[in-house]
């Protein structure tokens, strides 16, 4: 992506958007502009940059060549339809478009040239859930070598994962309050984030049929998501052969114990303590992954895809 392109982030002030706003300096972006709500209009933020309102108008005035949204999904609804019509690509971090026909679903690593079918049409890709980027970035070089035949996975995600003001939540708790959550809007006997992340992994992986049950816990860590994942495959892969193909996959990081501690500021899911599964009956195996979930789980995943559809032949996916 040009270096000079005219990018907004929506949602600046918040969790992804301050990650957003860190990774296009540190990438030498020179040209973004920050918008939020009414709330934080004329906030000036740490670079300097003053926070204009995300209203329709301002959106469809152009100016911007594309727009990294992560101001959640009601407002991603209203204001997208603003920012394409101004003209610009947009990148949607909301669940507002993941499962929609027409809208890619996308992880660069894993399906990126899927961005491309967005540009003649709908202009929106939409950036997956912090949990189904990092599983996905795992799950498809093992479903390339043997096959994926079902999934099972618990995961262990971090307070930032609901946004800024729970971790200010958290870091004023006193320790012996902290507790495992489900803080999620519960969908019968599911939450929604189990439901999300198996329909968001078949479409990623466009397996619609594949079986993937989820358990999603929240715990009381600021920023690092985890998994446990179980994986069943069509033909044997042993764990030094799952070895061998993680580590030669694009994004994947291969580490003894991965932690959310080593993976907070890092760009890689790191995966480890890769085992038989003892209770599988075919052929089965156990790891654990983690992945910071404001980075590669939300806001690097976002602009990987913004740079292959502004300049793919300098996209900056390993
Ligand atoms: N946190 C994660 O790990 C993660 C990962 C993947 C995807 N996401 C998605 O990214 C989005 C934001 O998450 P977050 O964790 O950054 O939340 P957050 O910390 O609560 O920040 C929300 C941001 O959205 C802005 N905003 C809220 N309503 C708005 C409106 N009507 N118009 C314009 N801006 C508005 C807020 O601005 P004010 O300062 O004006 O309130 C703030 O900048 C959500 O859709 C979330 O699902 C988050």
Known sequence: MSR????????????????????????????????????SAGKQLEDGAVVEEATPGALAAGGLDLVLFSCGTSASRELVPHAVEGGALVVDK??????????????????????????????VVANPNCSTIPLTCVLKPLHDAAGLRRVRLSTYQAVSGAGARRMERLQAEPVDEHDLEFDWTWEGDETEEE???RAEARKILELPELPISATTVRVPILVGHAQSVWVETEEPLSPEQAEAVLAGADGVRLVETPSPREAAQTEDVLVGRIRPDRAAEGNGLVLFLACDNLVKGAALNALQIAELLLEPARATVR
């Not at 392109?5 to 040209?31: D, F, H, K, Q, S």
């Not at 909301?94 to 202009?123: C, H, K, M, Q, W």
């Open 4 to 39: 000079s392109a005219r990018i907004g982030v929506v949602g600046a002030t918040g969790a992804v958007g301050t990650v957003t706003l860190r990774l296009l300096r540190e990438r030498g972006y020179e040209n973004a502009r920050a918008f939020a709500s009414k709330r």
């Open 195 to 197: 439901s999300k992340i």
């Open 94 to 123: 909301s669940s507002a478009y993941r499962l929609e026909d027409g809208y890619p679903l996308v992880v660069p690593e894993v399906n990126g040239d899927r961005a491309f079918e967005a540009i003649e049409t709908t202009r």
